[in-house]
Structures are given as structure tokens and as C-alpha cells.
């Protein structure tokens, strides 16, 4: 099946997460949206096992606000005390859980994009009239991260191959470490960023306001229908949330 | 016609000189060759006459650098790319789109060639740096002489007059060296004005003038 133009993830995106924001207090409906929101990210092709270790980390978030909310702002039945202090109420965890959920949100939403090239990413947002410019900063941003990342392991490497072995290290010193290793892996891809710079101006970008395109999204019908039934759905939470159903 | 004209060039980075009052001047059609040690500036020298130095790169920089006769800083970005195709000396930090084929439109697309015209200059590109095969390949995922070739469909692709070349050929094997200098000789005898930087000699058998940096 052929991924949808990337202009309707912009749309479902959009809708997921603004919801994602504006529910504050309703687990159900949150958990609608996650279902909803799964169910899209798997039809386009989401790699959900690289997902789920990535939620695992979240997993500690849900407890750590639960217990949280449990101590500050206790509500529900009580489930867990010592000394007269509510550690965990019901309350607390469904606060937790609708953190959670909000996350989860974010990251699957993340996930759907990152399914598309990136080339296929800028050609969106600039024929949903985004400035070319800020199209590709944000596409040249995200491209160091990875590059970041990468530079930072091989840093490390280097370092254990002189035989630093980094795990029997302390925490404190591990940490200075870190701020070593990362100073000069931030000014390296600063220089790269430079050189990348002059090398885009050479071949005259920004010449002009605007610039033409050798690749081009074109809507077709699925795209049309996709779009109508994300409306449809944004719609029928609006509703849902007003009248509070 | 000079094509390129560099009067009294002197660059230094925090006080330590790098170009002292050079001069050269390059005419239209001719294919220079600059020679010199590691270090001796022949990179700085490639960014004056661009322009970048001083103004993306930092640093103290005195003397006139005259492209067809109008000062380098006063082209506009446009005109500079039409008159001026560098490829710079490292390939890793040039590439940055998802293939080679937007690699090349990259360019076009920014002085709004039309879309027809765009599609055969891409072709005519792939074929001129034996890059057919990889169209619609990752640059990440060439070696670093495909790369080099890459850069260098990218930046014809513009048709500049001037072309410069810091140390094409560097990451070439034997074979892929031979084949871009029978490139670079073509475009040579085509007319095209070149001002090419090298440690080596490799490129001495294309360039018509030689001169020791
Ligand atoms: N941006 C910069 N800031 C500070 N010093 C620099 C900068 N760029 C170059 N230099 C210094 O200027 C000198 C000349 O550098 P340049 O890159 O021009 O040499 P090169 O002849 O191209 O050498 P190579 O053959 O190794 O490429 C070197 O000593 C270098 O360390
Ligand atoms: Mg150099």
C-alpha cells in the first residue's frame, strides 16, 4: 500500500497532539486517542518494537507521577499508606497514566514522520506554505542529531580502546567525562554545520524568495478520503469534549 | 578578460599570516593549477576568492578579489554561483539530501530552473561523473570518491563559469582518478575556466599553468 502524502500525517499529527494537550482529566477518552493513534502509526509502517523500548523508560515516569500525585494531591481510594500518608491512590494513578498516555502520544506522532524521507518531510511543509528556509533548518537540525550521537560513541570508543573501561567508573566521574567528551564533539559538528553552510550557499541557496522543485507531493484520492475522515474524527472529540459525553 | 583576479591577498587567522600580498590572476579559459605544501593555504585561498573569508569565515583579511572584474563581495548570491562552482575539500560535510538525484536538483531548484530543464541537466550530471547507477542512492552510503563525484555533478550542474577545485581527485582510487581527469580535461578543452588545488602532481597534465603556492 502506498504511505499517505506526508501533508495528512501534518494534519493527523496535528490533531493527535493538540487533543493530546487539551484533555486534561479524561482517561478514557485519552486512551481512545491512543488506540487511535496506534492503529494509524502501524498502518503506516511505525516500527513499534524500537518503540516500546523507548516507552519502557517511560513506564518509571508513570510511577514516579503517581506516587507524586498520590502524596501532593491525594484522591480515590487509598491503596498504599505508611504513617498516615497516602503513597498511591487511585487517583495518583490515573494521573500518572494519563501522563503517560500524553507522552506516548507525542512519541508515536514523532514515530509516523520519521517513517518519511526527509526530502518527502520538506517538499510538505513548503507546499503547505512553510518558508523554504526554516523547512530546511528544521531538516538540517535534525540530521545532526543522529551525527551527534554518532561522533559521541566514537569518542567513547576511542576512549576504552585506550583502556578506560567507562562502566567502573564513578558516577561523578563518569559525568565529567561525559562533559569532556561532549565539548569537543559539539565544536567538530559546529565546524561540520559551518562547512555544510558554505557549501549550500555556494550552490546558491537563498538566492530568491522562492525556489523551484523537482519533486513534487501530489494528493491523490485515498489521500482526499484519509484527510476527510481525520477531520471528521478531530470533529467528533470536539464534540465529545464539550459536551463532556 | 581575467576571469579571476586576486591583488594583494593577505589572510590570517589571530594574527597568524597565511597569505601574504598574493596575486594572481586567472583568464578566462585557463586552467590553473595550485601547488603547495599541506597547510601552505591553498584552501584559504579557494574560500577568499569565494568570498566566504571574511564573512562566514573568521578572519583578518586584506587586498581585492575581482570575479570578471566585479568585486566578489558585491555578487549577489545568485550571480555568485552562476559565475563561481566550488567543490569543496571535504565530501562529507557537502551532501546532505536523501539522494543523489535531489543532490544535484538541490542547486537548480535554488535559481528556479524549470522543472524539464531541470530533469535533463540531472541526467547529462549522473552521466557525466559515471553516477548513473546510484540515482536514487543515499550520499551516506558512498565511499568517499563516489562522494567527491557527487559534489562535483552538484556543482556543474549549475554551469558555472569558473570552476574550483579543492583536491578533486584526493579520494579517488587509481581508476576513478584517471576517468574524473579525463572529466576535467573535457571541460578544459570545452572552455571552461579552472583553478584547481592540489599537493600532488596529478593534475599537472590538464593544467596549462602552473603555480607554485
Ligand atoms: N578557520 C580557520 N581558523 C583558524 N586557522 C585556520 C582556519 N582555516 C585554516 N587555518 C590554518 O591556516 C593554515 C592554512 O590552512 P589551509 O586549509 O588553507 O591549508 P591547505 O593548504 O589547504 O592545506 P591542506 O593541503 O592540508 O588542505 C593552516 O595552518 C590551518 O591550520
Ligand atoms: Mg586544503
Known amino acids: 500500500m502506498k504511505k499517505p502524502d506526508p501533508r495528512i500525517i501534518f494534519a493527523l499529527v496535528l490533531v493527535l497532539s493538540s487533543f493530546a494537550v487539551i484533555i486534561r482529566e479524561d482517561l478514557k477518552l485519552m486512551a481512545g486517542l491512543m488506540l487511535m493513534s496506534i492503529l494509524c502509526a502501524l498502518a503506516i509502517g511505525v516500527d513499534f518494537r524500537k518503540m516500546f523500548r523507548r516507552l519502557k523508560r517511560l513506564l518509571q515516569l508513570l510511577l514516579v507521577v503517581s506516587i507524586l ?27 500518572g497514566a494519563l501522563v503517560l498516555l500524553r507522552f506516548g502520544l507525542f512519541l508515536t506522532s514523532g514515530a509516523m514522520l520519521t517513517c518519511y524521507p526527509v526530502r518527502m518531510l520538506i517538499q510538505g511543509m513548503v507546499q503547505i506554505k512553510m518558508p523554504y528556509e526554516i523547512a530546511y533548518m528544521i531538516s538540517v537540525g535534525v540530521r545532526f542529531i543522529p551525527q551527534l550521537a554518532e561522533e559521541l560513541k566514537d ?11 567507562i562502566e567502573d567508573l564513578k558516577l561523578r566521574k563518569k559525568l565529567s567525562l561525559y562533559t569532556y567528551l561532549l565539548l569537543p564533539v559539539v565544536v567538530s559538528s559546529m ?11 555556494m550552490r546558491a541557496f537563498r538566492a530568491y524568495q522562492s525556489r523551484t522543485s523537482f519533486f513534487k507531493l501530489m494528493l491523490c484520492p485515498s489521500d482526499i478520503v484519509i484527510l476527510c475522515v481525520i477531520s471528521a474524527f478531530a470533529v467528533f472529540m470536539s464534540v465529545v469534549l464539550i459536551m463532556g459525553v | 578578460m581575467t576571469a579571476i583576479e586576486v591583488k594583494n591577498l593577505s589572510v590570517s587567522y589571530d594574527g597568524y599570516d597565511v597569505l601574504r600580498n598574493f596575486s594572481l590572476s586567472v583568464g578566462v579559459g585557463e586552467a590553473v593549477l595550485i601547488r603547495g605544501l599541506s597547510g601552505c593555504g591553498k584552501s584559504t585561498l579557494l574560500h577568499a576568492i569565494c568570498g566566504l573569508i571574511p564573512d562566514v569565515i573568521e578572519a583578518e583579511y ?6 570578471f572584474g566585479t568585486l566578489v563581495k558585491s555578487l549577489s548570491v545568485a550571480e555568485r554561483a552562476k559565475q563561481l ?8 560535510t557537502q551532501l546532505f539530501c536523501d539522494s543523489i538525484e535531489d543532490e544535484i536538483a538541490f542547486g537548480l531548484e535554488n535559481i528556479c530552473i524549470p522543472h524539464d ?55 579517488l582510487d587509481r581508476r576513478g582518478k584517471d576517468a574524473l581527469r579525463e572529466q576535467l580535461r573535457l571541460l578544459r578543452n570545452e572552455g571552461r575556466t579552472m583553478l584547481m588545488v592540489d599537493h600532488d602532481d596529478e593534475l599537472m597534465s590538464i ?3 602552473i603555480v607554485n603556492l
Open chain 1, 191 to 201: 565546524q561540520n554545520a559551518k562547512e555544510l553552510a558554505m557549501s549550500m550557499d
Open chain 1, 69 to 95: 500525585r498520590s502524596i501532593f494531591a491525594p484522591s480515590g481510594t487509598i491503596l498504599l499508606e505508611s504513617w498516615g500518608i497516602a503513597l498511591l491512590t487511585v487517583g495518583g494513578i490515573e494521573m
Open chain 1, 155 to 165: 569518542s567513547l570508543i576511542a576512549l576504552q580502546l585506550r583502556g578506560v573501561v
Open chain 2, 207 to 209: 593544467a596549462s599553468r
Open chain 2, 85 to 92: 562552482g566550488i567543490v569543496f575539500q571535504n565530501p562529507e
Open chain 2, 62 to 67: 586584506s587586498g581585492e578579489v575581482l570575479i
Open chain 2, 117 to 171: 530543464e531541470m530533469a535533463q541537466r540531472i541526467e547529462q550530471m549522473l552521466k557525466l561523473t559515471n553516477m548513473e547507477n546510484f540515482r536514487f542512492a543515499s550520499p551516506k552510503a558512498l565511499s568517499g570518491g563516489q562522494k567527491q563525484r557527487v559534489v562535483l555533478a552538484a556543482v556543474l550542474a549549475l554551469d558555472p563559469k569558473v570552476l574550483l577545485l579543492d583536491e578533486a581527485l584526493s579520494q
